[in-house]
């Protein structure tokens, strides 16, 4: 059953201490991505990747980083650079024909 | 700067009433649209996509949108919404490497 994995759905964490959120897809996608979501500002682009050991910032990249060393991996780092950390965070991958796959998210809190 | 916008942030309606969410995007040249929707508690659907030919394109759910190049705008439609219809509507345009999307809108179907 091809998809994309996030885990975990929920995570704490206390201020000042860095957090990884996985994703993982099974749909031998060249490109992923990763979004944040919050109330009234839909999804906000941080990084992608449009294949191995390469990665672009996106528009809120700030406090993140990422790292591509697999084709089914894309794990994403929220610094304790990032201000306002707490947020919904949304894996993707895009298929040749440019649609997207969204995997189901993570809730993040920080404490 | 390029955007997406989506002029309309919470609609009401009543059962049965027609439907059209707004979207204009600022990209020049040849880009591919969307329109994602986010049920409550759910993940990101495509609701429809165009890429080229018939500038009118359907989709799941009894949903259209237009494509109208010379405004620039990627609208959607649905003739009678339901109850069920009740969600979070987001267009996004893709073009080159990176996929952006509108802040969103929160339609509510009154039954």
């Known amino acids: 059953d091809g998809g994309i994995t996030q885990s975990p759905k929920y995570l704490f964490r206390k201020e000042g201490q860095n957090v990884t959120l996985s994703c993982e897809q099974n749909l031998n996608h060249d490109a992923m991505y990763w979004y944040r979501q919050d109330p009234g500002q839909g999804l906000r682009l941080i990084y992608y990747s449009q294949i191995v050991n390469d990665f672009q910032k996106g528009d809120i990249a700030e406090g993140y980083s990422v790292s591509r060393e697999k084709k089914e991996s894309f794990p994403l780092t929220v610094t304790s650079a990032q201000k306002n950390p707490t947020a919904f965070y949304l894996c993707?991958?895009?298929?040749?024909?440019?649609?997207?796959?969204f995997g189901p998210g993570t809730r993040l809190t920080v404490l | 700067a390029q955007s997406v916008s989506q002029h309309n942030h919470h609609v009401i309606l009543s059962e049965a009433a027609s439907l059209e969410l707004g979207c204009n995007y600022s990209y020049g040249g040849t880009v591919n649209l969307f329109w994602y929707v986010q049920y409550p508690g759910q993940h990101l659907q495509l609701l429809l996509k165009y890429f080229s030919g018939d500038p009118l394109v359907k989709g799941i759910k009894g949903f259209e949108a237009e494509f109208i190049k010379s405004k620039f705008s990627f609208n959607l439609r649905k003739p009678s919404v339901q109850w069920s219809d009740t969600a979070e509507y987001f267009c996004a345009v893709s073009r080159d490497d990176k996929i952006i999307f509108g802040k969103g809108t929160r339609l509510h179907i009154l039954p």
């Open positions: 993707a991958s895009f298929d040749s024909y440019n649609e997207q796959f």
